[in-house]
Structures are given as C-alpha cells and as structure tokens.
C-alpha cells in the first residue's frame, strides 16, 4: 500500500491566519491526490481533487498544490467554520488510502 | 442534490456478519461513477474498504478481501456491505461513498452521513 504522511499532526491557529498542511506520499502518485475535510460527528466532505482542483461550492481560501509525493493544502485566511480535521487521500495505487490527518484547533 | 443513506443493525455479535446498506437518491446506481464503502474506528482515521460498479464489477482492499462483498440492487437503487467474521477491531463508523471518475480526475464527493456499528456480545 501506498502510506500517506501528514504533517502537523495537529496545528493551534487564530481566525486570519494563513495556514499550510502537507501530505507525503511513499512512492509517486503523480497529481492523484484528494483533501477532505472532517468535522466532529460528520462524514467528510471533498475540498480539491487531483491535488489542486477545487471542488464545486468549496471557498477559494482553499488551495492544493503539489506532484509526486509532495503536496499541500492551504487555507489563505481562517474562518471559523475551518476548524476541523483534514485528510489528504491517493488513488494512484491500489487500494486508495488516506493520511492519518491533521487537527486543525483554535489558538 | 445527490444523497446516500446507510442503514443496518448497529450491533454485531462477535464471529457474525455485519450488513450495511447504502440507499442513494438524486442519481442512478447505474451511472459511470463508482460506489464505494469507507470505515472510520472510532477517533482514527479513514480506512477504504471496496468498491463497485453498476456492471457488477467489484475491487476490495486487500487487508479485508477475505471477509468483504459488496453488491448492488439496481432495481432499489442502492447498494450493500457484507463484512463476515468480525471482532471488535471492526467497529467503527461505516460510510458509503460516490467516487466520481472524469478522465485524470477521481475523488469521493458525496457521502452518506455513516452508521456506527459496535462489535459485542
């Protein structure tokens, strides 16, 4: 299986701030790259797929980038609806697996 | 608006079959898209259990693929999880999934709001 690594694990962050998580892939999965977002109690919800478009409703605070096996997730100006869990996940390989995620809490 | 809707005992009984189905609205079972099953143990994070397609087509994880099928029923427009043999390490919030395939671009955008089913006796 193809193991994805996030980093932070979690991250302390204020309403404003400019936030970057990023995901690591163990072997090259091109732009097949996913960001989810999870709040507590909900099913997750699909940000960008292939690792920089945005999905359909999603604000464009949120942005994707990356290639291979280095990818990022960016939120240019926190809102507070932004505090969650977010998962990277790939479907290059087989079977699809995600990131373990990273929290997102209120400084 | 596309929804999923999962239902099934949320209660198993240790070595039983856990039976999940996902019923879905707003689209058709039969479309090109993919249908899949994700679980989430309680506070870790997403594992993808399997997939399949309307023709009958079906991928399984492999960590699971002696224990899993999915099949659908176009004629309900929804689709079920079969896991047999449980243990407690399979309890967990159980979601059904549309994995939506555009050439280049794949990712799973609509979800059912998951059940939680507890392994115990």
């Known amino acids: 299986d193809i193991q994805m690594t996030q980093s932070p694990s979690s991250v302390s962050a204020s309403v404003g701030d400019r936030v970057t998580i990023t995901c690591r892939a163990s072997?090259?999965?091109?732009?097949?790259l996913a960001w989810y977002q999870q709040k507590p109690g909900k099913a997750p919800k699909l940000l960008i797929y292939?690792?920089?478009t945005l999905q359909s409703g999603v604000p464009s605070r949120f942005s994707g980038s990356g290639s291979g096996t280095h990818f990022t997730l960016t939120i240019s100006s926190l809102q507070p609806e932004d505090f969650a869990t977010y998962y990277c996940q790939q479907s290059n390989g087989f079977p699809p697996t995600f990131g373990q995620g990273t929290r997102l809490e209120i400084k | 608006q596309v929804q999923l809707q999962e239902s099934g005992p949320g209660l198993v009984n240790p070595s039983g079959t856990l039976s999940l189905t996902c019923a879905v609205s707003?689209?058709?079972?039969?479309?090109?898209?993919?249908w899949i099953w994700v679980r989430q143990p309680p506070g870790k994070g997403l594992e993808w259990i399997g997939e399949?397609?309307?023709?009958?087509?079906?991928n399984y994880n492999p960590s699971l693929e002696s224990r899993v099928t999915i099949s659908v029923d176009k004629s309900k427009n929804h689709f079920s999880l079969k896991l047999a043999s449980v243990t407690a390490a399979d309890t967990a919030m159980y979601y059904c999934?549309?994995?939506?395939?555009?050439?280049?671009?794949?990712?799973?955008?609509?979800w059912g709001p998951g059940t939680l089913v507890t392994v115990s006796s």
């Open positions: 999934a549309r994995d939506f395939r555009d050439g280049y671009n794949t990712g799973f955008d609509y």
């Open positions: 292939a690792a920089s």
């Open positions: 072997q090259s999965i091109s732009t097949w």
């Open positions: 707003g689209a058709s079972i039969s479309s090109n898209d993919w």
């Open positions: 399949m397609f309307h023709g009958g087509t079906t």
